[in-house]
């Protein structure tokens, strides 16, 4: 077992109590990785909450010596590796024409990956009792920190100017999910064909099936080369108490939406999230993810990690050890297959910062 791949696990089961340390220092609330930042150990660069109740418990934390090199300290002060904070971007201190700050229109994630949520509103947010019950999207935008809906050229103009400036390698657009049956393919298909006619960059979307399958040859005309639909969770009734509105769209519903996408996307190019810590066992998690690989669909495996001012914000995240057994069991069936992290052309699991999993998945 990589020894990385379990103090990676480790830090984000935990978390990391952060003591205000220069760079750039992620963000609180919203969708994706809230309430983390980016932190590279052993050249690995990775996601670790520092924002949220675990984290001011977490036995581990970042401390820096006088000359500013910060370093991964047990509580009782040992030092456990050096550890690396990435920049401010420098596309954070831009803005548009109009006076809206790059970084109200997209975000860095991980080294070198621009992410942006489409829409900020979901249909079932502001109903707790029909919502996703570990979401945020709405904070940030309640905040002031992003708008309702991005345009296709703002999106196009950040992504313009985070390849120029920093380097970045990916875009991965995600949405909150709109009243209308395309589920928010049409608002993917229009930013990726205008983010494509400015800047050549690998770009992964992320929705929920749409009803008409039809939306993934457009999505995939339009310049999008991966694409993310996320399961969460698999238990029925796990999926009933955490996605009470969502866990309408079934199971099967998924599985012939992936065998509809991987046709056109190719296998290994589809993905989906698996939050392990809510109720799954390791047993349902490891064969929904044999059944994945053999669809060609990559099963992003991430411990739930709480986020504040959620139903779910004092949700225990699960065990190392329980992390590590779908971690390695899972990781075996990738490296039997044709598909990998390293293959995808771009998305979380390309990214893989949010999990250890592709630290699994490379060894030997």
Same mark, same amino acid.
């Given at each position: 077992?990589?020894?990385?791949?379990?103090?990676?696990?480790?830090?984000?089961?935990? *978390?990391?109590?952060?003591?205000?340390? /220069?760079?750039?220092?992620?963000?609180?609330? *919203? @969708?994706? /990785?809230?309430?983390?930042?980016? #932190?590279?150990?052993?050249?690995?660069?990775?996601?670790?909450?520092? $924002?949220?109740?675990?984290?001011?418990?977490?036995?581990?934390?970042?401390?820096?010596? @006088?000359?500013?090199?910060?370093?991964?300290?047990?509580?009782?002060?040992?030092?456990?590796?050096?550890?690396?904070?990435?920049?401010?971007?420098? +596309? $954070?201190?831009?803005?548009?024409?109009?006076?809206?700050?790059?970084?109200?229109? @997209?975000?860095?994630?991980?080294?070198?990956? =621009?992410?942006?949520?489409? =829409?900020?509103?979901?249909?079932? +947010?502001?109903?707790? !009792? %029909?919502?996703?019950?570990?979401? &945020?999207?709405?904070?940030?935008?309640?905040?002031?920190?992003?708008?309702?809906?991005?345009?296709?050229?703002?999106?196009?103009?950040? &992504?313009?100017?985070?390849?120029?400036? %920093?380097?970045?390698?990916?875009?991965?657009?995600?949405? *909150?999910?709109?009243?209308? %049956?395309?589920?928010?393919?049409?608002?993917?298909?229009?930013?990726?064909?205008?983010?494509?006619?400015?800047?050549?960059?690998?770009?992964?979307?992320?929705?929920?099936?749409?009803?008409?399958?039809?939306?993934?040859?457009?999505?995939?005309?339009?310049?999008?080369?991966? =694409?993310?639909?996320?399961?969460?969770?698999?238990? /029925? %009734?796990?999926?009933?108490?955490?996605?009470?509105?969502?866990?309408?769209?079934?199971?099967?519903?998924?599985?012939? @939406?992936?065998?509809? &996408?991987?046709?056109?996307?190719?296998?290994?190019?589809?993905?989906? $999230?698996?939050?392990?810590? #809510?109720?799954?066992?390791?047993?349902?998690?490891?064969?929904?993810?044999?059944?994945?690989?053999?669809?060609?669909?990559?099963?992003?495996?991430?411990? +739930?990690?709480?986020?504040?001012?959620?139903?779910?914000?004092?949700?225990?995240?699960?065990?190392?050890?329980?992390?590590?057994?779908? $971690?390695?069991?899972?990781?075996? *069936?990738?490296?039997?297959?044709?598909?990998?992290?390293? &293959?995808?052309?771009?998305?979380?699991?390309?990214?893989?910062?949010? !999990?250890?999993?592709?630290?699994?998945?490379?060894?030997?």
């Amino acid at each position: 077992m990589s020894e990385l791949g379990r103090l990676v696990t480790e830090l984000q089961v935990h *978390g990391v109590a952060d003591h205000a340390l /220069p760079g750039n220092r992620g963000r609180r609330g *919203g @969708a994706g /990785p809230s309430d983390h930042r980016a #932190l590279t150990i052993d050249g690995a660069t990775v996601m670790v909450p520092v $924002y949220n109740s675990a984290s001011k418990a977490s036995p581990y934390s970042l401390e820096s010596d @006088a000359s500013g090199a910060v370093a991964l300290a047990t509580k009782e002060g040992d030092a456990l590796s050096s550890v690396g904070v990435t920049a401010e971007p420098a +596309f $954070y201190s831009l803005s548009t024409a109009d006076g809206i700050p790059y970084r109200s229109i @997209a975000l860095l994630h991980g080294r070198d990956v =621009l992410a942006t949520t489409l =829409l900020q509103t979901c249909i079932r +947010f502001r109903d707790r !009792s %029909d919502s996703c019950q570990f979401c &945020a999207i709405e904070q940030s935008l309640e905040d002031a920190r992003t708008l309702v809906r991005k345009t296709p050229d703002q999106v196009a103009e950040v &992504a313009e100017a985070a390849v120029r400036l %920093d380097g970045v390698k990916q875009l991965v657009m995600t949405t *909150g999910t709109p009243n209308s %049956d395309d589920r928010g393919a049409r608002v993917m298909a229009e930013t990726a064909a205008a983010v494509k006619r400015r800047v050549a960059i690998p770009i992964q979307a992320q929705c929920e099936p749409p009803e008409d399958p039809i939306w993934f040859e457009r999505m995939k005309q339009a310049g999008i080369a991966s =694409l993310g639909m996320h399961l969460e969770v698999i238990e /029925p %009734d796990v999926r009933r108490r955490i996605l009470p509105g969502k866990s309408e769209i079934s199971l099967e519903q998924y599985y012939t @939406a992936f065998e509809q &996408a991987v046709a056109v996307f190719g296998r290994g190019q589809v993905s989906t $999230y698996l939050l392990a810590g #809510l109720g799954d066992s390791a047993e349902s998690l490891i064969q929904c993810s044999d059944k994945l690989i053999g669809l060609g669909v990559y099963p992003f495996v991430v411990p +739930f990690v709480p986020i504040s001012g959620t139903p779910l914000e004092q949700h225990p995240a699960p065990s190392t050890d329980f992390m590590v057994q779908v $971690y390695t069991a899972v990781a075996a *069936g990738l490296r039997d297959s044709d598909i990998s992290a390293e &293959a995808m052309a771009a998305g979380c699991a390309k990214c893989g910062a949010c !999990s250890a999993l592709s630290l699994f998945e490379t060894e030997h």
